[in-house]
């Protein structure tokens, strides 16, 4: 049974992160003030990604904003991580003893660790990556300029934004988050996933 939403919690840390309204508030996490009042009388749930958005917005971690929300902080489910992402945008993937908490059940994905400070401000060192092989598609207008999980025709595995080169998909261009790593122009893919989530190293 969910407990009460700690309304008194919200408020403090929308103050302490130095929004004079509500308003301003809702306009940052993307909602407007009915949905927020929503949120926090508890007649609205939060979804994943809104979760995330407050705790970005806050500066909070997600689990703090879901025990403020009435959750039990206990309801997280382990799963095992499943490699680093290195440097040169390298995805290695390996079976290793570390456990990752997350709040929802089931999850059939790969969890991968930053490695490397390279890739910041989108990434630092330390966060958590979740994609799924089921997300693999050949519908690559779909990814343009979008950062994903790619699959080499050379088994390599590799972060990169996506572009693809021509009209008939067969080729595409992956450019780098990190400006050390020169693009690669042209190539042929085997596959390519787009990233479920991305938990911040502060946040497990």
Partial sequence: MENKINKKWFIQAINDAGFKTMMQFADAVDLDSIKLSN???GKRKLK???IKKF???LCKNITEIRIALGEDASDYYEYFLNGFLNEQD???LCRLDRKIKLPFTLYAGNLIEVNTN???PFLNHGDIIGYRFQNISND???YINR???VGLINGGIVL???FPTNLNNDLCTLMSLSVNTPPIINSKILWAAPIDFIIPNSNH
């Fill in 90 to 92: 390298s995805i290695e």
């Fill in 140 to 142: 690559y207008n779909s």
């Fill in 39 to 41: 949120i926090l009388s």
């Fill in 118 to 120: 390279s890739y910041q």
């Fill in 55 to 57: 705790s970005e917005v």
């Fill in 147 to 149: 950062i994903m999980i």
């Fill in 160 to 162: 990169k934004k996506f």
């Fill in 48 to 50: 994943h990604k809104e």
